[in-house]
């Protein structure tokens, strides 16, 4: 769409619209003299850019400001505010004007609420306000445009504009910062700013609460040290100046027809987003620092950070957010309150002892005190006898500590190992009950809704094994690393794919090339078709994976959009697709050991999808082809074209026929709405896969139709598993693994949703965490090989292909 064209249309509208008004008919983006600004009345850029006028926060705040924001993007983004910490309540009697004296002034029924508060030195009944296509409100002149008396860029909020000048005034000393909003809906000043450095050397810091806690490092005059990809060149650039009055930096983007800002983020965040217009919402290409756990004290006394959780802070158990709303609106600086108070400043006679809560897997709150305790159990005592001793750990050392813990991470289950990465929380006796009573009920409804409601329901007695170590101590989460997406540029693309000349595959809706970076790195790039099916596919991709960060899901490097251009950059992978590794002849087959942690890295990549980022993501396509390995044989699920993304509060989603067949749960089939089980199953078909190195549905030589997964229940319900193993693994396989695997597998491809478990408790089996029973047979499956002739001639029309 040409952008430029449909923003002078706009304005041209907006100018009809106005030499009818009554006000600002003169020019519809100045202020004049005579002229104010009140209830939903605005003016807008020249271009049609930008637009100011009064506005509310969120959806529930009460409270007005005047504020510059995007004229045509529908996700309001506010650029500006004026009065951040001075909010007004009724727009009707506020109006902004250009007082006598020359400033631009809100008013409130007649009382000043704000104002640019210069001092003029001439008599200036003649100043003007302009908002410019740059997004800067400018004081000047009337007749002299070149002059400004004041101009909004030089009174920043949260957001850095393009062209906007960020730094410092050597003569005054005046540095100028953005300091982030207080929550999601109070824009007034809150803990967080970005600004140079006031001390005069060329590089920005984030500040909390005016303690630094992060830089950009230097400038060296092509880049900041510690954000080369952002710096480089490759679409943001930098131009600084330096003298004996000011030290400072601009930007640009090098594509200019972008839409992008930088913001101080209430996260801490500093964030570069940019606005995508195929999917309308603006995405982050750039997040500094990259790990929001890194900020201090981000999550408030007694909350933890995980990368893997949105919101990244959550209270620790037995506690509660200190202010739920202000924690709803991700202001975790109140951090978290205990819901019952410690029993030791008790002074009942008989008062309950407080007890010890194991969390694991968790990064400890730095400056302990360390005791000379030998044991644990000294330990644990010593930490008792304090009433101010809050928790302790004990690793060979013991370390306690006394009053609010702070900075406290959450890692990946089964990261640590051994008693590093264990903290003992004290917490009053009665707490500690409730959450051991809420962690086994968690579970219990999980396993029975996967066994009742069925009707031919057995009553199955499923033992609980309780580890609190997993036996599989796996990799940390992958740290994301540098900005997260970049922007490519098409020729750079063109250049790193030598013209899209190495074809590694194709996937749904393109084409996949390999890819090299200037830098060595090798990608694998995917060019998508130029039809409204690959624009929605894409969209699918970025606005997916783009957020969703884990290490079992293939890493999305970059996109890049430009003109019908379409391309997603990742991480390359050397050994292909599991399909390839299965199916194909190869002279190394793949060992049980590694097809295990396939299936289990597999299993842990999804349940991440469903449970554990901002939105619940249904993949809707999980078969061999589109399980990628790595140089370790390590899985990462790839191919989100067919993602689908709902909210937490989703019900079903009612959908059209996705998916490859012979992977599709049956409610594909029959038109149901579908759910994460969907997932499940096809995850149960591709196990059965792993575990025989078969396809499921082959036609022999002479033209009979075996469907494997029918043979495979029913040996599996017969515990003849070893009959399922690959035949070329010669029966070397973990036979507790195998039985796990093989039972989980059925179990995932039971007709019910109801009766197939979630993707965590998959992993949890797959662990040995949670023991499972003899799955039933399913009965679909019957009647999929009766109607198995329709079956394949459909599966013969795609070619096998997605749909
Ligand atoms: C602006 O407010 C007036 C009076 O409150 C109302 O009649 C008018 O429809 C509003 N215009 C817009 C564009 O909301
Ligand atoms: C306001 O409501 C809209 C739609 O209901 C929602 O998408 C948006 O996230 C809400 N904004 C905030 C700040 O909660
Ligand atoms: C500005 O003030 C001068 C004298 O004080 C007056 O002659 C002139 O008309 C005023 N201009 C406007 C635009 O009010
Ligand atoms: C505009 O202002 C500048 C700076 O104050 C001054 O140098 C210039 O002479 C003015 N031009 C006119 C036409 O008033
Ligand atoms: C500025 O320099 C002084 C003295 O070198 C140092 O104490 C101070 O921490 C510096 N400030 C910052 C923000 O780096
Ligand atoms: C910020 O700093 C001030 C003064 O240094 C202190 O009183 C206040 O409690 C701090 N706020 C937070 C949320 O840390
Ligand atoms: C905060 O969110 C939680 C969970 O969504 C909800 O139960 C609670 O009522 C919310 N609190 C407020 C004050 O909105
Ligand atoms: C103190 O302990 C007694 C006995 O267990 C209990 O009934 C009482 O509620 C406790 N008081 C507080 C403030 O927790
Ligand atoms: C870790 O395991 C616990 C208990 O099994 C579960 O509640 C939690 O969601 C898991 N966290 C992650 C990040 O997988």
């Known amino acids: 769409m040409d952008h430029w064209s449909k923003s002078c249309f706009l304005t041209l509208v907006f100018l009809i619209h106005f030499s009818f008004s009554s006000h600002l008919s003169k020019a519809a983006d100045t202020l004049y003299p005579d002229r104010s600004l009140s209830g939903n009345q605005t003016i807008v850029s020249q271009g049609g850019i930008f637009e100011l006028g009064f506005f ?13 924001w995007y004229k045509q993007i529908p996700v309001r983004a506010v650029v500006w505010i004026a009065n951040r910490d ?33 001092i003029m030195t001439t008599s200036t009944n003649s100043t003007v306000a302009v908002l410019l296509d740059t997004g800067n409100l400018v004081l000047r002149y009337g007749s002299n445009s070149s002059a400004a008396l004041w101009q909004s860029f030089d009174h920043p909020t949260d957001t850095w504009l393009p062209r906007q000048k960020l ?7 005046e540095n100028q910062l953005l300091i982030s909003w207080r929550n999601l809906e109070d824009p007034s000043t809150g803990l967080f700013s970005h600004g140079i450095d006031p001390n005069g050397t060329d590089q920005y810091f984030l500040w909390r609460n005016g303690t630094k806690y992060w830089t950009t490092g230097l400038w060296n005059g092509k880049i900041f040290a510690n954000i080369p990809d952002m710096s480089s060149g490759n679409y943001l650039s930098y131009v600084h100046v330096s003298n004996e009055r000011e030290n400072y930096f601009t930007y640009t983007f ?9 913001v101080m983020d209430v996260t801490g965040q500093a964030k570069i987003l940019k606005w995508i217009e195929s999917s309308q919402e603006w995405l982050w290409v750039c997040l500094l620092p990259s790990d929001p756990c890194s900020v201090p004290s981000l999550c408030g006394a007694f909350g933890s950070c995980s990368l893997e959780t949105v919101p990244f802070c959550s209270c620790l158990e037995g506690f509660e957010p200190q202010s739920s709303t202000d924690w709803n609106l991700s202001d975790w600086s109140g951090g978290c309150v205990r819901r019952t108070p410690l029993q030791c400043f008790n002074s009942s006679v008989n008062r309950e002892k407080d007890e010890f809560l194991m969390i694991s897997d968790v990064q400890p709150p730095t400056n302990p005190q360390y005791l000379g305790a030998g044991t644990a159990e000294e330990c644990e005592s010593a930490c008792l006898r304090s009433c101010f001793c809050t928790a302790y750990s004990y690793s060979g050392t013991c370390s306690i500590w006394n009053g609010d813990l702070y900075d406290l991470k959450k890692l990946s289950n089964g990261s640590s190992t051994g008693d590093s990465g264990v903290l003992y929380l004290r917490l009053a006796a009665s707490d500690l009950r409730s959450e051991n009573s809420q962690r086994v009920h968690g579970i219990i409804p999980i396993i029975i809704g996967a066994v009742a409601g069925s009707a031919v329901c057995l009553v199955v007695a499923v033992a609980l094994i309780w580890k609190f170590q997993s036996k599989h101590p796996t990799g940390v989460s992958e740290e994301i690393k540098g900005c997260s997406l970049v922007l490519f540029r098409y020729k750079d693309l063109v250049k790193a794919t030598n013209r899209f000349s190495e074809k590694l595959g194709a996937g749904s809706f393109g084409t996949v090339f390999k890819g090299t970076l200037p830098d060595s790195t090798l990608v694998a790039v995917k060019r998508l078709e130029r039809t409204g099916q690959g624009e929605k596919q894409f969209r699918a991709e970025v606005s997916t994976i783009g957020q969703a960060r884990h290490v079992n899901l293939v890493g999305l490097r970059g996109f890049c959009s430009e003109g019908s251009e379409r391309l997603l950059v990742y991480d390359y992978m050397p050994n292909g697709s599991l399909g390839s590794q299965l199916f194909q002849k190869k002279s190394k087959i793949v060992d049980w050991t590694a097809r295990f942690q396939i299936a289990l890295g597999t299993a842990r990549g999804l349940a991440y999808l469903h449970g554990h980022c901002r939105d619940c993501i249904i993949h809707c396509d999980i078969k061999p082809e589109n399980i990628l390995l790595d140089s370790e044989f390590s899985p990462k699920v790839a191919d989100f074209g067919m993602a689908k993304l709902i909210g937490r509060e989703f019900s079903r989603v009612l959908t059209t026929m996705r998916g490859t067949l012979g992977y599709l749960a049956p409610e594909w089939i029959s038109g149901l709405a579908i759910t994460p089980k969907a997932d499940v199953y096809s995850y149960g078909m591709m196990l059965l896969e792993v575990i025989s190195g078969r396809r499921n549905a082959e036609v022999s030589e002479d033209g009979n139709v075996t469907f494997f997964p029918i043979w495979a229940a029913s040996k599996i319900n017969k515990d003849e598993i070893l009959s399922l193993l690959d035949h070329r693994l010669e029966g070397k396989a973990n036979v507790d693994e195998l039985r796990r695997a093989c039972r989980v597998a059925v179990w995932c491809i039971q007709d019910e949703e109801s009766h197939r478990p979630t993707m965590s408790l998959v992993v949890q ?5 949670v023991e499972v029973n003899t799955p039933p047979i ?23 292909q997605t749909l």
């Not at 090098?254 to 930088?262: A, E, Q």
């Not at 679909?780 to 795609?798: I, P």
């Open 56 to 68: 509310t926060p969120g959806n529930n705040s009460k409270n007005f400001y005047i504020g510059i």
């Open 86 to 118: 001075h909010p007004i309540s009724d727009t009707g009697a506020s109006e902004l004007k250009i007082s006598e004296d020359g400033n631009l002034v809100l008013a409130q029924s007649g009382i000043p609420v704000w104002s640019s508060n210069l």
């Open 167 to 173: 730094g410092l005034n050597r003569i005054s000393g």
């Open 254 to 262: 090098r594509d200019t027809s972008t839409i992008s800002r930088l």
């Open 765 to 769: 089996i797959l662990e040995g965490v």
């Open 778 to 800: 399913p009965k679909q499956l019957y009647n999929l090989v009766e109607n198995r002739e329709d079956m394949l001639s459909s599966e013969a029309t795609f070619g096998g």
